[in-house]
């Protein structure tokens, strides 16, 4: 299983990384996040490391983890959509390796491919370390919470592209999907209902990240992303499963 | 040699709201190119897909010999484009031998087979489609398996990639069980030593060709051309002699195909019954049945049911 997993990781690392798609995004992201962090960082005008915090910080990860909603399935869109269009998933399926295997693969690669990618504006907060500023745990828990909110868009997005043969269909179903998680934070706070908000509230991605960007650590956040992540997962094997039918 | 390698038994699948396979069973022995034919749509691929594994049925039996490996090439090669030749063989071979190896011929060798070592450093995008196709065959070889089964390994492909597949596949028959599914009847002819005929999802007829040919030709086909025979005079004659006429043209000259029920020759109490009746034979030729001619008399009944 391991060695299948690991074989499949570099597989899929070389093919994204000899694709230009990589590339063409990773280049719009940094210099997306570059402006946006150099528009705050000109716009504050008094640097503490309160204002630091509320308007450098927060907004530029606020601004990286929506961007990241749009990137992500971009990377995960042809994941399987294409191996269904070029048959190859078959000849996967061939093999002795299990579903489970080929979509831990393929989640592993991803994330490692938007590790790198989202590692790209780790120089963020060390300028802001040159100024001064010192609250590195809240770096640390952001970007926790970016590198959660990230596997748990990478799971959404295999699930939506194993169910088409079209790339543009997969992506755009992942951004139903992520959106609609969005606009549960929205929804929450207009339902006149208290429970119902509040279980509404739970389901959204906004509102447990929004606890790490604050610079707390709760279990039921990590029990969230880790729950989430493995109904996706659930989805991805039924859908691929089902294919034998 | 005469052990089964592939053995189906009542197998059926459905789709939603759709029929596909309704019971069928038949073998591949082992070391024999066998072929599946079938009009498009029959079947086949589906057949294909449950005895490799990728599709499961929703009742009957397939047995597959024991421990034996199946290289299977879809109906298209499933390929990376964007992997060059020999490092798509090599993602294969390392794919399918994760747990063990299972030896076989060294990738060179494959790709000398299936020609291929001119254009391993090319990238499978740039490829003409026989050549995509021969990397798709040679990818079914790379583990080493007993049998291989193509769907449709020389649809769209030009007049000599055609010629080089089917020599490939003849060559690979020394070592390998091969199942070929193809709707070209001429191509079955050429190759198989055994088929197996499907139409809408039924097995019409199975076994070695030149059993088959026996079994439905019966006794004999005649084409007959005559000078005067009237449709009264056929008529008479379908009714005294064990025939059955087809494809009858009347006129001046009339002509007819003739199928006898009986085994014996019956060449000469035709010829002496239309002389009886004033007819002058032209010709009586005798026709040896093809595939094609197979195919004809065992889907005539279905699509007759059809009303085709």
């Known amino acids: 299983m ?5 074989f499949l990781v570099m597989k899929e690392l070389k093919d994204y990384f000899s694709s230009p798609l990589v590339y063409v995004l990773a280049s719009l992201f940094s210099g997306i996040m570059g ?21 450098i910080l927060l907004p530029t990860f606020g601004a990286m983890n929506f961007l990241l909603m749009f990137i992500v399935p971009l990377l995960t869109m042809g994941q399987f959509s294409e191996e269904k269009k070029n048959q190859t998933l078959d000849l996967i399926m061939m093999s002795n390796l299990k579903p489970s295997a080929v979509i831990v693969g393929k989640f592993l690669s991803t994330f490692i491919v938007v590790f790198f990618l989202v590692a790209l504006t780790f120089i963020f907060p060390i300028i802001l370390g040159l100024s001064g500023f010192s609250d590195w745990g809240l770096v640390f828990t952001n970007y926790l919470a970016i590198y959660l909110s990230v596997m748990a868009y990478i799971s959404v997005g295999l699930f939506a592209s194993t169910l088409t043969e079209n790339q543009i269909i997969s992506v755009v179903v992942t951004f139903c999907i992520l959106f609609a998680l969005l606009l549960l934070v929205n929804m929450a706070q207009v339902t006149d209902n208290y429970i119902v908000g509040l279980i509404i509230q739970y389901f959204s991605i ?9 610079g707390q650590l709760v279990s039921f956040n990590f029990i969230y992303y880790f729950s989430f992540v493995g109904f996706f997962f659930f989805l991805t094997h039924k859908s691929v499963e089902a294919r034998r039918w | 040699m005469s052990s089964i390698a592939i053995e189906l038994d ?13 019971g069928i069973s038949f073998q591949v022995k082992k070391g024999r190119i066998h072929g599946f034919l079938g009009p498009n749509g029959a079947g086949k691929s589906t057949t294909m897909k449950i005895i490799t594994g990728l599709l499961r049925a929703n009742s009957g039996n397939v047995s597959i010999i024991e421990g034996e490996r199946i290289g299977f090439l879809p109906e298209n090669p499933p390929l990376y484009m964007n992997m060059k030749v020999e490092g798509y063989l090599q993602y294969v071979k390392n794919l399918y031998s994760l747990d063990k190896d299972h030896g076989g011929d060294s990738l060179e060798v494959i790709m000398k087979k299936c020609g291929l070592l001119d254009v391993k450093e090319r990238l499978i995008r740039n490829l003409s489609k026989g050549y995509k196709q021969r990397v798709g065959i040679a990818s079914t ?9 193509l769907d449709e390994p020389t649809v769209g492909l030009d007049p000599k990639a055609i010629l080089e597949i089917r020599d490939l596949i003849k060559e690979l028959s020394r070592n390998h069980t091969i199942l070929l599914s193809t709707h070209q009847l001429y191509e079955a002819n050429l190759l198989c030593e055994d088929i197996t005929i499907i139409n809408k999802g039924e097995i019409l007829t199975t076994g070695e060709v030149s059993q088959i040919r026996e079994k439905i030709s019966g006794g004999q086909r005649l084409y007959v051309e005559v000078e005067g025979a009237r449709s009264e005079i056929l008529e008479k004659m379908v009714q005294e002699l064990p025939i059955e006429l087809r494809d009858q043209v ?3 000259i009339s002509s007819f195909k003739v199928l006898s029920k009986e085994a014996h020759d019956i060449r000469s109490r035709l010829s002496s019954f239309l002389a009886k009746e004033g007819c002058i034979v032209l010709s009586l030729k005798e026709e040896t049945m093809d595939l094609e001619g197979i195919f004809k008399e065992v889907t005539f009944g279905v699509q007759d049911a059809q009303g085709n």
């Open chain 2, 10 to 22: 009542q197998v059926v699948k459905e789709y939603p709201g759709r029929l596909a396979l309704k």
């Open chain 1, 35 to 55: 402006l946006i962090f150099y528009n705050y960082l000109i716009s504050s005008n008094e640097i503490t490391n309160l204002s630091i915090i509320d308007t």
């Open chain 2, 250 to 252: 009347l006129g001046d």
């Open chain 2, 141 to 149: 070889l790379v583990h080493n398996p007993e049998i291989i089964i």
């Open chain 1, 206 to 214: 906004g509102f447990h990240h929004a606890h790490f960007s604050r």
């Open chain 1, 2 to 6: 391991l060695k299948g997993i690991n």
